[in-house]
């Protein structure tokens, strides 16, 4: 098949565009590069049913695909608040182009929604069922409710042109080709780390993720688009075990044996307290789990940025 995926250039876009060519698929990776880099796909340009596109998804787009992966949008809290003005267009646009594009060509649609549309959650853990607590007015908004009305915008495609949409919630997830200063917890702390800085807590450290390896969600995501067409979801995605951010800073510092301290900051307005996947409906639907455990995902990442610091040096 011939697939689209928009944002390929970022973490978890390079790592599907990998997997989709090693399936047996022409790839058409479209990214502006406002977060992803070349470096992330230089490995796969000499591949020869690879294409790339340097394209910004708030503008309509005019390519012929059979199947659209959409994940063109900044996912740190750091870069998606540099222009939120920007996240909501690339959101809410991006979603409408997409949608227009996969319309036009009776293509099949997968969105990379978020857990962010549960906002900071008071149902732990989250199922899909759950309408989430969602601060439509302050910092984050530009990428909750940004996600949120995409999500709409898939659903209404749906029931009224009767396209067939994919719509994931995607937990946190990290793994190699993350950007070193996106400032998201974890490249914070494995770069703090290996460079002996004070590891920085937000908060009293008591706050909650669950960490998904991008090889386990990419699995998913492909699971996803192929299951019935009757299955739209929204299904989560995203790895139960949870942690707080004290026992991760703990973990990374034992993991790569740093002299760094700990020290607190304080915590970042609308900062979720918890987060967890319900990924019942995912296991269920798709025969899916993650298998990945965050100590063996941690220690490929901090694999990946020693490498990384060591040729920049
Ligand atoms: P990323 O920032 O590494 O990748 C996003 C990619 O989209 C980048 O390559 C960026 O350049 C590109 N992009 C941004 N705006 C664009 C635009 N207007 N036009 C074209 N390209 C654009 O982030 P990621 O972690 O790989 O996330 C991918 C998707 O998954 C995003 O939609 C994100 O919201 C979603 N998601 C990620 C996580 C996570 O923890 N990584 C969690 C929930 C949802
Ligand atoms: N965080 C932290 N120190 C950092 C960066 C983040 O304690 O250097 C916290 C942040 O406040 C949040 C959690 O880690 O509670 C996860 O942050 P991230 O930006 O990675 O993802 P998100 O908040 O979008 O889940």
């Keep these: 098949m011939r697939v689209l ?49 340097r394209h910004d998804v708030t503008v309509p787009l005019m390519v012929e695909v059979d199947r659209i992966y959409h994940l063109a949008c900044p996912a740190s809290p750091v870069h998606y608040q540099r222009d939120p003005v920007q996240t909501m267009k690339t959101n809410i646009l991006g979603a409408i182009n997409m949608l227009d594009l996969a319309k036009r060509l009776g293509a099949r649609i997968l969105q990379a929604s978020t857990s962010e549309v549960y906002g900071d959650p008071d149902v ?43 719509v994931m919630r995607i937990f946190n997830t990290y793994g190699p080709r993350m950007c070193a200063d996106d400032g998201r917890v974890i490249s914070n702390f494995i770069m703090q780390a290996l460079s002996g800085r004070d590891i920085t807590i937000y908060g009293d450290g008591q706050q909650t993720r669950s960490f998904c390896y991008v090889d386990d969600l990419v699995n998913a995501m492909v699971s996803f688009m192929d299951s019935e067409p009757g299955f739209t979801g929204p299904v989560n995605a995203g790895n139960p075990e949870e942690f707080t951010m004290l026992q991760l800073a703990e973990q990374v510092l034992n993991l790569t044996a740093s002299v760094s301290k700990i020290v607190f900051r304080p915590l970042p307005s609308d900062d979720p307290r918890q987060r967890r996947p319900d990924i019942t409906l995912a296991q269920q639907m798709l025969g899916w789990r993650p298998t990945v455990p965050l100590s063996e995902g941690l220690v490929r990442t901090i694999e990946y940025f020693r490498h990384q610091s060591g040729r920049r040096r």
């Design 5 to 53: 995926v928009t944002g390929g250039a970022g973490l978890i876009g390079s790592h599907l565009c990998e997997r989709l060519l090693r399936d047996g698929h022409e790839v058409l990776c479209v990214d502006s590069y406002f977060t992803g880099s070349r470096q992330n796909i230089a490995h796969l340009t000499n591949h020869p049913m690879f294409d790339v596109l």
């Design 124 to 166: 732990h853990p989250q199922p899909e069922s759950y309408w989430g607590r969602v601060n439509p007015v302050g910092v984050r908004s530009c990428y909750d409710e940004g996600k949120r009305g995409a999500e709409t915008l898939f659903f209404d495609f749906h029931r009224q042109y009767g396209l067939e949409i994919k």
